[in-house]
C-alpha cells in the first residue's frame, strides 16, 4: 500500500539550477496536486491535473512546470530556483472530484535553494 | 476566493482532557465540504474529519468531532481524552461542492501540544 510516493525527501539547489520532483500514485486517482507549503501560510496550490495529458494553474503557479505524461505520475518542474522556492512540497491524489472527497498526501519533498 | 482562518497559532491541553481547535471560513458557496487535517512531527498530512456544508448532524470519527456552526461560518475541531500522540500541526481546509473544483484552501495552521 504505497499511496501516493515524493521523491526526493529532501534537496538542496543552488540559485538558478533546475530539479524535478517526483510524485506517483498507485491508488488509480484521477486528480493530482502540487502544493507548496511555508511557514505561518499553510498549504498553497501550485498546479493540478484532472487527468492523464492535462494540467492547470493553482494560487501559486509562477516559478514552475508540470506534466502529467502517465496517470500515475505528476512531475513538478522548477527550471531556474529561486530562494523564494524554499519550501516544503506536497503531492496529494484523489478519486473523484465529490466533495466528500479527500486528499491523500505524500510525505514531502524539503527543498532548500541557497 | 475562499478562505480559512485559524487564530490559534499554538495550543496546549493536558493530557487526557478535551481541546477545540478554531477555524472560520469565508466564501460565497452555498455547498462546500470542511476537512480537517493532522501533520505530525514526521511531515505527513493524515485526513481527520469532513464534514459537508448541507450535512445536519456534525461528523464524528472515534475522538474527533466537528462543531459546525453554518451561520458562523465556523468549523472547529474537538479532540476528547487528550493523547501525547495528539501533539501535532492541525489545519482546516474547504473545498466549494461546485463540481470539478480543486482549489482545496488550507489554513495556517494551529500547533497543538498535549502535555503529561
Known amino acids: 500500500n504505497a499511496g501516493v510516493t515524493q521523491t526526493p525527501k529532501f534537496r538542496v539547489l543552488k540559485t538558478g539550477q533546475s530539479m524535478t520532483l517526483l510524485c506517483a500514485q498507485d491508488m488509480n486517482h484521477e486528480y493530482m496536486y502540487w502544493y507548496r507549503q511555508d511557514p505561518g501560510m499553510g498549504l498553497r496550490l501550485i498546479h493540478y491535473s484532472v487527468g492523464e495529458g492535462t494540467t492547470a494553474k493553482g494560487e501559486v503557479p509562477d516559478g514552475y512546470n508540470v506534466s502529467r505524461l502517465k496517470k500515475q505520475n505528476f512531475l513538478l518542474g522548477l527550471e531556474s530556483a529561486a530562494p523564494s522556492q524554499t519550501s516544503v512540497y506536497f503531492c496529494a491524489s484523489r478519486l473523484s472530484p465529490a466533495t466528500y472527497y479527500g486528499y491523500t498526501f505524500g510525505s514531502g519533498t524539503r527543498l532548500t535553494v541557497v | 476566493a475562499q478562505k480559512i482562518t485559524q487564530t490559534q497559532p499554538g495550543m496546549f491541553v493536558q493530557e487526557k482532557e478535551a481541546v477545540t481547535l478554531d477555524c472560520t471560513y469565508d466564501t460565497s458557496d452555498q455547498s462546500y465540504g470542511l476537512f480537517w487535517y493532522k501533520q505530525p512531527s514526521s511531515g505527513e498530512m493524515i485526513f481527520l474529519i469532513y464534514?459537508?456544508?448541507?450535512?445536519?448532524q456534525n461528523a464524528t470519527e472515534g475522538r474527533y468531532s466537528l462543531n459546525f456552526q453554518k451561520a458562523r461560518k465556523s468549523a472547529n475541531l474537538v479532540i476528547s481524552a487528550s493523547q501525547l500522540g495528539d501533539s501535532a500541526m492541525y489545519f482546516c481546509?474547504?473545498?466549494?461542492?461546485?463540481?470539478?473544483?480543486?482549489?482545496?484552501?488550507f489554513g495556517a495552521g494551529t500547533r497543538l501540544t498535549v502535555k503529561p
Open positions: 464534514q459537508g456544508s448541507y450535512d445536519e
Open positions: 481546509a474547504m473545498i466549494p461542492r461546485a463540481y470539478n473544483n480543486n482549489d482545496m484552501r
